[in-house]
């Protein structure tokens, strides 16, 4: 089984609806991140989660929010969709006592379409 | 400007071709510099990291860190057509809180 997983794979939604994405990982990790993959534009911190209680804005959190429900769960919603919050987006874990590279594991992404 | 430059590709080499792929960078704390693979349709995945400057080999890869210059390499030798992915620098400091800064990524085909 997948350590770090992502539901749902492939979401097609119109404008102005409320969308989550939600990330789980069986792999004991405190921090976890959402990223967005755009064409030529590599990947872009969302927000960010070192543990339950801890919740940071990346380079590009407006019109996303998350929660953290658990160690193991970190959902990411967008509030009202919007045609240019199409993209790739990926969840990934680091564990906080791991080597200084934060080495980050990646789960499978979730492509996203707003028409 | 971005902390994080990559050359942007793509890039298309016969198998067997010596690959070099490179990143610049301009924030002087960053210690850590990593190299992540991404198949099509498939999460990134941590190739190899260097810790300071200096080389690291691992098989066909070496990665490469002049920090005077602020420029890392990845240099894939006998490159096979399994090798055909996207590749990601990243970098981070050791007080950077846990986050890493990525490049846009650099795409190659390795054609047989």
Same mark, same amino acid.
């Given at each position: 089984?997948a350590?770090?997983?992502?539901?749902?794979r492939?979401?097609?939604?119109?404008?102005?609806?409320?969308?989550m994405?939600?990330c789980?990982?069986t792999?004991?990790?405190?921090?976890?991140?959402?990223?967005?993959?755009?064409?030529?534009?590599?990947?872009?911190?969302?927000?960010?989660?070192?543990?339950?209680k801890?919740?940071?804005?990346g380079?590009?959190?407006d019109?996303?929010?998350?929660?953290?429900q658990?160690?193991?769960?970190f959902?990411?919603?967008?509030?009202?969709?919007?045609p240019n919050?199409?993209?790739?987006?990926?969840?990934a874990?680091?564990?906080?006592?791991?080597?200084?590279?934060?080495e980050?594991f990646?789960?499978?992404?979730t492509?996203l379409?707003?028409? | 400007?971005k902390?994080v430059?990559?050359?942007?590709?793509? $890039?298309?080499?016969?198998?067997?071709?010596i690959?070099?792929?490179?990143?610049?960078y301009?924030?002087?704390?960053f210690?850590?510099?990593?190299w992540?693979r991404?198949?099509?349709?498939?999460?990134?995945? $941590? $190739?190899?990291?260097?810790?300071?400057?200096?080389?690291?080999e691992?098989?066909?890869?070496?990665?490469q860190?002049d920090?005077?210059?602020?420029?890392?390499?990845?240099?894939?030798?006998?490159s096979?057509?399994?090798?055909?992915?996207?590749y $990601?620098?990243?970098m981070?400091?050791?007080?950077?809180a846990?986050k890493?800064t990525?490049?846009?990524?650099?795409?190659?085909?390795?054609?047989?």
């Amino acid at each position: 089984d997948a350590d770090v997983t992502q539901t749902p794979r492939n979401r097609i939604t119109k404008t102005g609806k409320r969308i989550m994405l939600e990330c789980s990982q069986t792999k004991g990790h405190d921090r976890m991140y959402w990223y967005r993959q755009d064409p030529g534009l590599g990947l872009r911190l969302i927000y960010y989660s070192f543990d339950v209680k801890d919740i940071n804005k990346g380079e590009i959190s407006d019109g996303y929010s998350v929660s953290r429900q658990a160690q193991a769960k970190f959902s990411l919603s967008l509030e009202s969709a919007i045609p240019n919050q199409t993209a790739l987006y990926f969840c990934a874990t680091s564990d906080l006592q791991g080597s200084g590279s934060n080495e980050q594991f990646f789960g499978p992404g979730t492509r996203l379409t707003v028409l | 400007q971005k902390e994080v430059e990559q050359d942007p590709g793509p $890039l298309s080499v016969p198998e067997g071709a010596i690959v070099s792929l490179n990143c610049t960078y301009s924030n002087s704390a960053f210690q850590y510099f990593m190299w992540y693979r991404q198949y099509s349709r498939k999460g990134p995945e $941590l $190739l190899m990291y260097t810790y300071s400057s200096g080389n690291k080999e691992d098989g066909r890869f070496t990665a490469q860190v002049d920090k005077s210059s602020k420029y890392i390499s990845l240099f894939i030798r006998d490159s096979q057509p399994s090798d055909s992915a996207t590749y $990601l620098c990243a970098m981070n400091s050791n007080t950077n809180a846990g986050k890493s800064t990525f490049g846009d990524g650099t795409t190659l085909t390795v054609k047989p």
